[in-house]
């Protein structure tokens, strides 16, 4: 039968649900000066119905070649979005197969309702910044936020620059004018979560390691220039981590990268393993972002949402941690901040319905503070023995796998008996009131 494409109800047109990739392997050459990049993808795949054809997301750049199990494929399809592969045989539900995928193209963002995203080329360099759905406009890739999988990747591009990329580096090879980065990671990516980044920066480590978190290498790339002022925006990681340590549990990634661009950037993102920063977020006022993006490693990037509809599960937890480092560095506490956000969203819109936003509305900011004051709330009503327990059993229990809202409902009942706390947070659009200061 022909794949038959289910997706995500907030970016239905990305995705089949048809099969898994089980691994991607990408070999990546890039040249800085003309934006042109050259790749060949190979995605292991395992088909979860009987298949004669599949959809891989690919915009801007052109398929050149397409192998199924060795085999050169004829009947391919491109798309401004997809790449319809007919299969040289039919493959049955339960049964592993292999793509390898040989593109070319300038790649550049894809326009969305949420901006635009995806890999973009910087006055001297590159990024990627692939949430929700920007991985397509750099690799061919099965683009659905619980079609997780291992990666391994090799970039290949100009020897003046220094790639950063998600995985932890092997040794850098040399020839010619220029040089090959290597990165593998185990845990399983999710494609808006997988990202390069290519630069002239100088690399160096952040602070020493965190205490009670030595295996955790922290490393920091940044244009020259920008070292001093970064070193000092970053000086915190470590403590930050091992607050994040403490409270949530252990580390989840082999490795944390944080990159900082020559170029002011919106924002920051967070990718596995990495973050990535402008050069606009070195000024302290921008501090709460960096201790946002780190724990991310722990709530999205390790604990993720199987849909989008549960991003609160992302945000919410990633906007609270914020909330704790304010507390533990001596700024306002993690009550007057619930408070202060909370009077704010009071005043807005009560239309948000935090467990279902919407697609227009999931990078709303009510979505990320009002999933921060529902752990709020939680943590009020139990005590913070019971509730900074519940949060390393969700990371512990959940670590590199898949969530949704019911799942943390049922954890909460089963550790507090405390479910009902969260109805009026999760199941209705107005904004509850706080309980009481402990």
Same mark, same amino acid.
């Given at each position: =039968? ?24 990408? @070999? ?14 190979? &995605? ?80 001297? $360099? ?24 291992? =990666?391994? =990747? ?31 990671? @185990? ?20 602070? #020493? ?25 970053? #000086? ?12 949530? $549990? ?10 900082? +661009?020559?170029?002011?950037?919106? &924002? ?21 972002? &960096? ?6 490693? *722990? ?11 549960? &991003?609160?599960?992302?945000? $919410? ?37 935090? +467990? ?5 509305? =999931? ?30 059993? *969700? ?21 507090? $008996? ?6 009026? *947070? ?13």
């Amino acid at each position: =039968m022909t794949a038959s494409v289910r997706t995500d109800a907030y970016a239905p047109q990305s995705g089949d649900a048809s099969w898994d990739a089980l691994a991607y392997d990408l @070999d990546l050459v890039y040249r800085v000066r003309t934006n042109r990049l050259h790749g060949t993808a190979t &995605i292991t795949a395992r088909a979860r119905e009987d298949l004669t054809a599949v959809r891989l997301d690919l915009v801007g750049l052109r398929v050149e070649r397409v192998e199924v199990d060795g085999v050169r494929v004829r009947g391919v399809r491109q798309g401004p979005r997809s790449v319809r592969v007919a299969l040289p045989a039919e493959v049955l539900s339960g049964d592993a197969f292999t793509m390898r995928v040989t593109y070319a193209g300038a790649p550049a963002p894809r326009r969305s309702r949420w901006g635009s995203i995806g890999w973009e080329e910087l006055t001297d $360099g590159a990024l990627v910044a692939g949430q929700p759905t920007g991985a397509p406009t750099w690799f061919p890739c099965n683009d659905r936020p619980d079609a997780r999988a291992p =990666m391994r =990747m090799s970039v290949t591009t100009d020897a003046e620059y220094t790639v950063v990329a998600t995985g932890t580096p092997a040794p850098v090879e040399r020839a010619g004018g220029l040089r090959t980065w290597r990165f593998r990671c @185990d845990e399983p990516v999710a494609t808006y979560l997988a990202a390069v980044h290519i630069g002239r920066y100088a690399q160096s480590a952040v602070g #020493g390691r965190p205490p009670g978190e030595s295996a955790v290498p922290v490393s920091l790339a940044v244009p020259v220039a920008l070292r001093a002022a970064a070193e000092r925006a970053f #000086g915190e990681v470590p403590g930050i981590l091992a607050l994040f340590a403490e409270s949530f $549990g252990p580390y989840p990634q082999a490795a944390c990268a944080l990159v900082v +661009t020559d170029d002011e950037l919106e &924002i920051p993102l967070e990718a596995q393993g990495l973050a990535v920063f402008g050069v606009n977020h070195l000024a302290p006022e921008h501090a709460r972002l &960096i201790a946002h993006e780190l724990a991310h490693q *722990w709530f999205g990037n390790s604990v993720g949402v199987a849909a989008w509809r549960d &991003i609160w599960l992302n945000e $919410g937890f990633a906007c609270y941690a914020e909330w704790l480092w304010s507390e533990r560095s001596d700024g306002p506490s993690a009550d007057d901040c619930a408070r202060s956000h909370h009077a704010r969203l009071a005043a807005l819109p009560q239309d948000l319905l935090l +467990t279902d936003p919407g697609p227009d509305l =999931m990078f709303d900011d009510r979505v990320y503070k009002r999933g921060a004051l529902t752990l709020h709330a939680l943590r009020l009503t139990v005590g913070d023995d019971a509730f900074f327990g519940l949060l390393r059993a *969700w990371t512990g229990e959940n670590r590199h796998a898949l969530v949704d809202t019911a799942d943390f409902r049922e954890l909460v009942e089963r550790r507090l $008996g405390a479910a009902t706390v969260l109805s009026p *947070w999760l199941d209705a659009p107005t904004l509850p009131a706080l309980p009481p200061r402990r």
